[in-house]
């Protein structure tokens, strides 16, 4: 199984690259149905949209919720194409994940002018496996604080 930031990685590298070739604008479909092509062509598993079956109080969704990507069975990819995300954006992600108990999402608005605006990482009680660069990344921060 692949690391997840390795995941993570590839998909934010595949995206940006769909995006500077797409450039914002087009219907979020076209960008799902470009990324997954992307990242299937790169070696990782990709599903698109997703049912999701989950439990509540003794209620069964069985299709309680869609993801627009699930990639390596492990990380889920919201999309959107809109002109600025909203804080609600965010919290879907952190609900499908608590529901599908996943640490790692990732929410990608190819509507942004750039993908760097629109490119959020969401976690669930997720301890990332930082490399050495970043653990002294991490530990000059901390240090500056």
């Known amino acids: 199984m692949r690391d997840i930031d390795e995941v993570t990685g590839q998909i934010v590298d ?17 960008y799902e149905t470009v990324l997954a092509h992307e990242l299937t062509r790169r070696g990782l598993k990709v599903e698109r949209q997703r049912i999701v079956r ?22 889920v ?15 879907q ?25 629109g490119l959020h990482r969401i976690v669930n009680q997720y301890v990332p496996s930082a490399s050495p660069r970043l653990r002294v990344n991490q530990t000059a921060t901390q240090e500056s604080q």
């Open 93 to 117: 992600v952190l609900t499908y994940l608590r529901l599908i108990h996943q640490p790692v999402g990732l929410l990608i608005n190819f509507g942004a002018a750039t993908l760097k605006e």
């Open 77 to 91: 990819v919201e999309l959107k194409s809109v002109e600025r995300l909203l804080p609600v954006h965010s919290k």
């Open 54 to 75: 989950f439990e509540y109080d003794g209620m069964v969704f069985e299709e309680g919720l869609r993801l627009d990507l699930l990639v390596e069975e492990r990380v």
């Open 14 to 30: 595949a995206a940006v690259k769909v995006h500077q070739a797409l450039g914002p604008g087009l219907l979020e479909s076209v």
